[in-house]
C-alpha cells in the first residue's frame, strides 16, 4: 500500500492533504504532528506520531512532503529528511497548469488554479499557493511562499525563504532577495534586498512605526 506522510497537520496541512488526494497516488495519507497523541485525526485523516517519532515510521523511508508554514523550518526539514532516506514528493493539484518546460525541485507544492508558465524554476519546499501565477522565465529560490493570488511577471527572481502575501505583485524583470517579506496587496516595481519587508502600492520599505502586512 502506498503511504503519503504530512509533516504538520494545521490548516496548511489540510490542503496539502486534499490536494495529494486529488492527485490520487496514495492508499493513505497520514499525518504527523507534535499535537499527537492529544490530536489523532484532522478531517478524517490520521495523526499517527509526532514529529519525532514520525522519523522512524517505515525506518526512515517512503513518501513525504512537510506541510509548516515557517518558510525556513518547511525548507530544513525537507533536506533532513531526504537526508535520512525519505522521499519529498512534488504536489501539483490537477487544477493547476504547469508548462511542460519548468523545473519544479521536490518538497514543493503547487495548489489549485495555480499557473506556472514556460522555463520557469521553481526550488524546494516552496508553496504556490491557490490562485498563484509564475510567469515565463521566473527563478523561485527554496522556501518561498507565494500566497493566494500572488502574481509574478516574467524572469522574476525570488531569493530563498521569502514570503509574498496575499495579491501581492512582482513586475516583469524584478529581483527580490532572500528572506524578504512582501505585504499582502503590494506591487514591486523596484529590486528588493534581503530581509527587507515592503509594504505598499508602490511597495517600499515598511518603516519601524508602520503596522505589519
Given at each position: 500500500m502506498s503511504t503519503l506522510l504530512i509533516f504538520g497537520a494545521g490548516g496548511h496541512g489540510k490542503v496539502v492533504a486534499e490536494t495529494a488526494r486529488a492527485i490520487g497516488n496514495w492508499n493513505e495519507i497520514m499525518f504527523a504532528d507534535d499535537a499527537y497523541p492529544q490530536v489523532t485525526a484532522v478531517d478524517g485523516y490520521p495523526v499517527t506520531a509526532d514529529f519525532s517519532g514520525a522519523r522512524s515510521i517505515g525506518g526512515g523511508h517512503g513518501d513525504v512532503i512537510v506541510a509548516i508554514g515557517d518558510n525556513r523550518k518547511r525548507s530544513d526539514l525537507t533536506t533532513q529528511l531526504r537526508q535520512s532516506g525519505f522521499n519529498p514528493v512534488t504536489l501539483i493539484h490537477p487544477a493547476a497548469v504547469v508548462a511542460q518546460s519548468a523545473h519544479i525541485?521536490?518538497?514543493?507544492?503547487?495548489?489549485?488554479?495555480?499557473?506556472?508558465?514556460?522555463?520557469?524554476?521553481?526550488?524546494?519546499?516552496?508553496?504556490?499557493?491557490?490562485?498563484?501565477?509564475?510567469?515565463?522565465?521566473?527563478?523561485?529560490?527554496?522556501?518561498?511562499?507565494?500566497?493566494?493570488?500572488?502574481?509574478?511577471?516574467?524572469?522574476?527572481?525570488?531569493?530563498?525563504?521569502?514570503?509574498?502575501?496575499?495579491?501581492?505583485?512582482?513586475?516583469?524583470?524584478?529581483?527580490?532577495?532572500?528572506?524578504?517579506?512582501?505585504?499582502?496587496?503590494?506591487?514591486?516595481?523596484?529590486?528588493?534586498?534581503?530581509?527587507?519587508?515592503v509594504v505598499g502600492v508602490p511597495a517600499r520599505p515598511m518603516r519601524p512605526d508602520q503596522p505589519g502586512d
Open positions: 525541485e521536490t518538497g514543493t507544492v503547487i495548489f489549485a488554479q495555480a499557473v506556472v508558465q514556460a522555463a520557469a524554476r521553481i526550488g524546494s519546499a516552496v508553496i504556490v499557493n491557490t490562485a498563484a501565477t509564475v510567469d515565463h522565465d521566473c527563478s523561485i529560490g527554496d522556501g518561498v511562499h507565494l500566497s493566494p493570488g500572488v502574481h509574478l511577471g516574467g524572469e522574476v527572481e525570488i531569493g530563498d525563504y521569502s514570503w509574498l502575501g496575499v495579491g501581492a505583485v512582482v513586475i516583469n524583470r524584478t529581483a527580490v532577495g532572500s528572506g524578504v517579506t512582501v505585504g499582502a496587496g503590494s506591487c514591486v516595481i523596484g529590486n528588493v534586498s534581503d530581509g527587507v519587508t
